[in-house]
């Protein structure tokens, strides 16, 4: 059969499908793809982790950005055992006062109301800041011997879900405060004091435990470990109705619900997925649902988070992975990302360094050539572009692990590499290498026979890179004769982005294969658009 060309093109469309045989993907589709992403049709590189501060001294579990009247955000951190510690440009103040707490691995639920910060874990009383305030006090007006799961804001009130009261766990209970006033504190949360809008609701028919819950619009949605509830302000006699959406799915921990284009999305017990208060749709089924859940690990479940970068339109489902991809293995923290695109609808894949938590902030980056101590190479941005500081950036805390090389505890910027606008040096213990990987190509495009032969003989990419010090990236390929066998790759070629045009190939079997990554120390980014693929078939073998 004569030399046939086939032209693969918008290479970013599919991002990666790992819950399908691979030969029933599509062309443009990856079966693996560990710290890149897919934009724009393109295959690009994910952001990297730059240090905000480094040499924590404490275990930061939690991380709320808090925006000031004027000037830089700043980022409150809050540690295992309730040490509280703001990021103020640069320095971290403890801001605890006279809060202590011991050791707890429960996660913390942080909120904002009114311009006063809320910070909530059921093994205490909750605390609170006025925006006038500098440390941290227990909240006013709460009863002493009341616990709550979460604590979160919605409209003028705060709602307490999951009560212990005294010694009795009111799993379904949802305790509304009363009407809160601006930079003030609920003035109670007594149900019988008639002059007050304080309340509770048991949601009886409720079948699992309340985990947590956040606004939507107007409304309010509550979520168990199986259920959602939407709850409504009504204004009249009984303030609130609530009523079910949902008895199929629920969240799995504490902060697993990030709000984006007017949606929830919610990583589920056994599904990941997305709801506008009315429907609901799955993200993750059929495309990467079994490879999370099958590789998560159930018995830290309470690490998971969920995080939204609205800088790259991601978000990122963060949980602790046992998967053979990871690059940061038996972490205690999260260690891998599933990330989706809700502008292209797409998954990848990140590794993350032990964290633990995600925030939304910016920070006081600015430098001055008397003041960067690292090349442009490792710093994001430019000096002019520092004149305005503040776009917010995705931020997440993490803890040291020996084991995996990453020396200290930390905050942390996500950006881009060589397109960053972050002015902070990339962290060199948390770098992991950009990896993409097709298998099972079977060649239907080009009506090749599945009995055929295939022959690659040359690959001609159109990929491209900022990046002017370093312009190579590594091909390799590969082939298998049955259908999900672990190909067998046999060639690997360096391609240079400045001067090479083609790559001559010799992979040949019934099903092709390639990968496309960087080496360990190669920080660069690159864009993978797409490719044409040169191949022969020989006959029947």
Aim: net charge negative.
């Amino acid at each position: 059969m004569p030399l046939q060309t086939l032209p693969i093109r918008n290479l970013g469309s599919s991002g990666v499908i790992t819950d399908i045989n691979a030969y029933n993907l599509p062309i443009t589709g990856f079966t693996t793809g560990i710290n890149v992403r897919f934009d724009e049709g393109k295959v690009t590189r994910a952001p990297m982790f730059r240090t905000v501060k480094d040499q924590l001294g404490y275990k930061p579990r939690a991380a709320f950005g808090i925006v000031p009247t004027s000037g830089f955000d700043t980022v409150v951190t809050v540690s295992d055992s309730w040490v509280i510690q703001e990021y103020i440009s640069g320095v971290m103040v403890n801001q605890s006062g006279s809060i202590t707490g011991s050791l707890d691995p429960r996660p913390y639920t942080i909120g904002q109301l009114a311009d006063v910060v809320y910070i909530n874990r059921p093994d205490r009383v909750p605390v609170y800041r006025l925006p006038s305030g500098t440390t941290f006090a227990d909240l006013p007006n709460w009863v002493a011997n009341w616990r709550c799961e979460a604590l979160r804001p919605y409209g003028d009130f705060l709602f307490a879900l999951n009560m212990t009261e005294g010694s009795t766990n009111y799993a379904n209970r949802v305790r509304f405060s009363d009407i809160v006033t601006g930079n003030s504190y609920p003035s109670s949360w007594d149900e019988t004091d008639l002059t007050k809008s304080a309340g509770f609701n048991d949601l009886v028919q409720m079948q699992t435990r309340i985990v947590d819950g956040a606004e939507l619009g107007n409304n309010f949605i509550i979520y168990s470990l199986t259920e959602v509830f939407t709850v409504e302000f009504t204004g009249g006699a009984l303030l609130f109705n609530f009523r079910k959406l949902f008895g199929d799915e629920g969240v799995i921990n504490q902060n697993c619900i990030a709000e984006a284009e007017g949606k929830h999305f919610v990583f589920g017990n056994n599904d990941i997925y997305m709801h506008d208060g009315t429907t609901k749709k799955s993200l993750a089924d059929e495309r990467v649902r079994k490879f999370i859940f099958s590789t998560l690990n159930k018995a830290k479940s309470d690490r998971c988070f969920v995080q939204h970068n609205k800088v790259l339109n991601e978000v990122y489902f963060c949980y602790v992975s046992g998967d053979q991809y990871a690059g940061f293995s038996g972490t205690d923290r999260c260690n891998r990302a599933a990330v989706y695109n809700y502008t292209n609808d797409t998954w990848s894949f990140y590794d993350l360094p032990n964290v633990s938590a995600g925030t939304q902030a910016n920070v006081n980056n600015v430098l001055t050539y008397g003041t960067a101590a690292s090349t442009y190479q490792s710093i994001g941005g430019s000096y002019y572009g520092q004149e305005d500081s503040y776009n917010r950036h995705t931020l997440m805390v993490g803890d040291n692990d020996t084991t995996n090389g990453i020396a200290h505890q930390r905050v942390y910027a996500l950006d881009l590499s060589d397109s960053g606008t972050v002015a902070l040096n990339i962290e060199p213990d948390t770098v992991k290498p950009p990896l993409i990987e097709r298998v099972g190509i079977d060649l239907d495009e080009i009506r090749q026979p599945l009995r055929g032969y295939k022959v690659v003989t040359k690959v001609l990419p159109q990929i491209a890179t900022l990046n002017t010090a370093n312009t190579t990236i590594t091909f390799e390929f590969g082939a298998s004769d049955i259908p999900n066998n672990t190909p067998t790759y046999s060639q690997t070629s360096v391609f240079d982005i400045s001067t090479d045009y083609k790559i001559d190939a010799r992979a040949s079997g019934r099903y092709m294969s390639y990968k496309v990554y960087l080496s360990a120390a190669d920080l660069k980014d690159f864009e993978f658009s797409g490719f044409d693929l040169e191949v022969n078939t020989t006959g029947r073998v």
